[in-house]
């Protein structure tokens, strides 16, 4: 149980396109949703927490014009990277949890990430 | 079926102890292994094992990963109420996917 996936693993785009990537849980239902942008050095940085039904919480310095995330149902929140450029290129993990808020970040399952190669 | 098993999933200690972590692994073309601790918001990397063997320091906690039995432990000496947090074990296979383990919650009181 507890699965999360994530679509699509890999992407290539050319700059100036948008690319959407859709987080699912598979088997229960997602109250919370947490989008991560990998770094150098392994480094994972929370981009935002979105809630089913409600709007996005962006961390400071993410753009949230930049990186349109939807969370429309229990088991699906997308994340649309609009205009990409080269400098967006990166791995994006997202979390699930059904115990919603950031307390309960040991009920977090991870999505398998996908990586994003912007030309 | 990729899978990444973490035990234990619960611990508590009390300061001063020394916690072993374990993770193993089964995974379609092995590239990494990784750790994390996780607190509040994003997992902050530990450590990174990609050769059997070799233990990895920092501190007062180390890593080491055994290839053959597919399988990391994370030790941690001299515990602290700081280090109580959720670690995260995941493994990186083919296709640089990630697959996370469960996460085992440490809590160390005074």
């Known amino acids: 149980g507890a699965v999360v996936s994530q679509h699509p693993s890999w992407v290539i785009c050319k700059s100036g396109t948008s690319v959407k990537i859709e987080c699912r849980s598979l088997?229960?239902?997602?109250?919370?949703m947490f989008w991560y942008r990998q770094f150098p050095k392994q480094s994972l940085m929370l981009m935002a927490t979105?809630?089913?039904?409600?709007?996005?919480?962006?961390e400071q310095g993410v753009e949230k014009d930049k990186f349109l995330i939807n969370h429309a149902s229990l088991t699906l929140s997308t994340l649309t990277v609009t205009s990409a450029h080269p400098e967006d290129s990166s791995f994006y993990i997202c979390?699930?949890?059904?115990?919603?808020?950031?307390?309960?970040?040991?009920?977090?399952?991870f999505g398998p990430g996908t990586r994003l190669t912007v030309l | 079926e990729d899978k990444v098993v973490q035990s234990p999933l619960s611990l508590v200690v009390h300061e001063g102890d020394t916690v072993t972590l374990n993770c193993s692994y089964e995974?379609?073309?092995?590239?990494?292994l990784l750790w994390y601790k996780q607190e509040k918001k994003a997992p902050t990397f530990l450590f990174m094992l990609t050769s059997s063997g070799i233990e990895k320091k920092s501190g007062r906690l180390s890593s080491i990963l055994d290839k053959k039995e597919l399988f990391s432990i994370l030790n941690i000496t001299a515990t602290q109420t700081g280090d109580s947090a959720v670690y995260l074990c995941?493994?990186?296979?083919?296709?640089?996917?990630?697959?996370f383990g469960p996460g085992t919650r440490l809590s160390v009181l005074p």
């Open positions: 979105s809630n089913e039904g409600s709007k996005a919480t962006y």
């Open positions: 995941a493994v990186v296979g083919y296709g640089q996917n990630f697959v």
């Open positions: 088997d229960f239902q997602a109250t919370t």
């Open positions: 979390s699930a949890t059904d115990a919603g808020g950031v307390s309960s970040y040991n009920e977090q399952f």
């Open positions: 995974v379609t073309n092995f590239r990494s």
